[in-house]
């Protein structure tokens, strides 16, 4: 690699809405990138950075995605120098990269969005309520499979009138209360 001048610098972004975050959101971006670095080699292609960056509830337009990667990306680990230049399909997202990206959409997102956001990815088929199915097949995608009784208990302490799940409404009121 010494001596080659064809690869160009790239510049991570500023993480100054990252490092005004609460710790607890750094956490979250941060397991979420050592979560979807499956290799563990403190990059993340593009679909990982995507399914990263999904996992904290924001949904990265391709293009956008692409423009990040374009900007920001570095070739990955081990790129042949005889390669030449890493073009973007092929380069990778940084721990810092990826936390600048997050902390700047966190920083700006709307609670309420958000809440709604989250209660559309429980409620898969738009049925309007999050059934004790939903949960479970979410806990299951999580890693977190939770028991048929553990399901049912959050189901009564969120469902207010019997309907057998929870409604947007509910979601959204219970989430802001925990605020
Ligand atoms: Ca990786």
């Known amino acids: 690699m010494a001596g080659r001048t064809s690869l160009p610098i790239h510049g991570a972004p500023p993480r ?3 490092n005004k975050l609460p710790e607890e959101q750094k956490t979250q971006i941060n397991e979420a990138f050592e979560l979807f670095d499956n290799n ?3 990059r993340l292609d593009y679909n990982e950075f995507r399914f990263c960056m999904r996992a904290l509830g924001f ?3 391709k293009q956008e995605t692409y423009g990040y990667l374009t900007k920001y990306g570095i070739p990955p680990a081990g790129w042949p120098a005889e390669r030449g230049e890493c073009t973007p399909p092929w380069r990778q997202f940084t721990l810092q990269t990826t936390q600048a990206v997050a902390g700047q959409l966190m920083a700006k997102r709307d609670p309420m969005e958000e809440l709604r956001r989250a ?4 409620d898969v088929d738009s049925k309007g309520i999050i059934t004790a199915e939903d949960l479970q097949r979410v806990s299951r995608e999580i890693g977190q499979a939770l ?6 208990n959050m189901i009564q302490e969120f469902d207010s009138n019997g309907k057998g799940g929870v409604s947007e409404d509910e979601f959204t009121k219970l989430m802001m209360s925990k605020k």
């Open 16 to 18: 100054d809405d990252y």
């Open 119 to 122: 209660f559309r990815l429980f």
């Open 40 to 42: 563990d080699d403190g």
């Open 59 to 61: 949904e990265l337009p």
């Open 147 to 152: 028991e048929d009784s553990e399901i049912q």
